[in-house]
């Protein structure tokens, strides 16, 4: 079960991701808070305090995806006949701490965001998460069972 929740919580932050916010705010559909609303039944404060922590979250997030890109270029650029081996261990070091940190605040938002919800609300999440993981194991299974019958 409580792998169930903890499946659940996070398949809910990765879809409150800023691209999904982004991408669906500009084509007038209902962002994933409204969805995750009808899901569980957040109340209209719940929706604005789950909002609020992925604004002040995601900000932090993104700006590190960003010096994380532009050391994975550095380090593209470091491909060649005379390679700095000291500054490619470096900047994956940095690339390292930097997707750690990533990791971490990710981590956090998924934490502050499951705070919000009553136990309630963490039951019928659960019980969606576990719907949604049998469905794409089933899908899974066509898939492969169509794969061997060609």
Request: charged residues 25%.
């Amino acid at each position: 079960m409580k792998l169930a929740k903890l499946f659940g919580t996070a398949l809910v932050a990765v879809s409150l991701s800023a691209p999904a916010l982004a991408q669906q705010a500009t084509g007038g559909q209902p962002d994933q808070v409204d969805q995750l609303a009808q899901m569980v039944g957040l109340s209209d404060d719940q929706q604005t305090e789950i909002r609020g922590i992925i604004d002040e979250m995601q900000g932090q997030i993104g700006e590190l995806r960003q010096e994380a890109r532009a050391l994975q270029q550095q380090m593209q650029s470091e491909i060649k006949p005379d390679y700095d081996e000291d500054s490619i261990r470096e900047n994956a070091e940095e690339l390292g701490d930097l997707t750690g940190e990533i990791a971490a605040l990710s981590t956090l938002m998924q934490a502050k965001v499951d705070s919000v919800f009553t136990e309630e609300q963490r039951a019928t999440l659960d019980k969606r998460m576990q719907q949604m993981q049998q469905q794409m194991q089933q899908q899974r299974q066509m898939m492969q069972q169509q794969g061997q019958g060609q």
